[in-house]
């Protein structure tokens, strides 16, 4: 079966910071990988994918991800964090088999940047 | 273009009554979801369409029911609520080709309370 895993519940950066919140993966056949982010009272909103190529992925935001088939990972990044971006992360990965793009989500991780 | 609007966005319910989530998306989408959001348990699948006149059972569908009888409108309904159902509840869609690694489209949620 398909799962996503988000180790961290939290993640605490300095502005300016380079960040990182991780995602790891189990998945039977090719991954597609997606990450989410979601502000306060609002609904998740697409930052970026990973289907096939180029294992480092740029998506909104200024945002990153990086696609680790080894190590089974697709962790996001962003080289200079801001305050504006504290919001709850989501990793998912979808559902397989049939064709009903079906996600699977991870738990959440918490990004706090502090000034 | 609105994308996917979700109504109520607040609801107070009393144990055994019913209600009805209305989820409407103006991209033309074939697939569209209802997912629950609680603490600490990220996001759950209760039902799902991959077109009009279709439903199907997700991860978590028990004292859920659903209807798709509109391309562009997916119904989410407790029959009798019970204090278990409250939670924030997603709309969201998405285009059918999964393959492509559509990313699916939120809504603002529906913040349901049961007492």
């Known amino acids: 079966a398909q799962s996503v895993a988000q180790p961290e519940d939290q993640v605490n950066v300095a502005e300016g910071n380079p960040l990182t919140v991780k995602c790891t993966y189990s998945v039977s056949g090719n991954p597609y990988l997606f990450w989410y982010v979601q502000y306060p009272n609002r609904g998740l909103q697409f930052l970026l994918k990973?289907?096939?190529?180029?294992?480092l992925v740029k998506g909104s935001y200024g945002f990153e991800a990086e696609f680790n088939k080894s190590q089974t990972s697709f962790h996001l990044k962003k080289p200079s964090a801001l305050v504006s971006d504290s919001a709850l992360y989501f990793c998912a990965v979808r559902d397989e088999p049939g064709n009903t793009g079906k996600l699977i989500f991870g738990q959440g991780t918490t990004l706090q940047v502090k000034p | 273009n609105a994308g996917v609007t979700q109504t109520p966005k607040f609801r107070v319910l009393k144990t055994g009554q019913s209600m009805t989530l209305l989820c409407a998306q103006d991209?033309?989408?074939?697939?569209m979801y209802w997912y629950r959001q609680d603490p600490g348990m990220g996001l759950r699948l209760i039902h799902y369409s991959v077109g009009e006149g279709t439903t199907a059972k997700g991860e978590v569908p028990d004292g859920y029911n659903v209807s798709r009888l509109k391309k562009q409108n997916f119904l989410l309904g407790l029959e009798s609520a019970a204090p278990s159902q409250t939670s924030v509840y997603f709309c969201a869609s998405s285009y059918s080709r999964a393959g492509a690694g559509q990313p699916q489209h939120f809504g603002d949620g529906t913040r349901l309370s049961i007492l």
């Open positions: 990973y289907i096939t190529g180029d294992n």
């Open positions: 991209m033309n989408h074939e697939y």
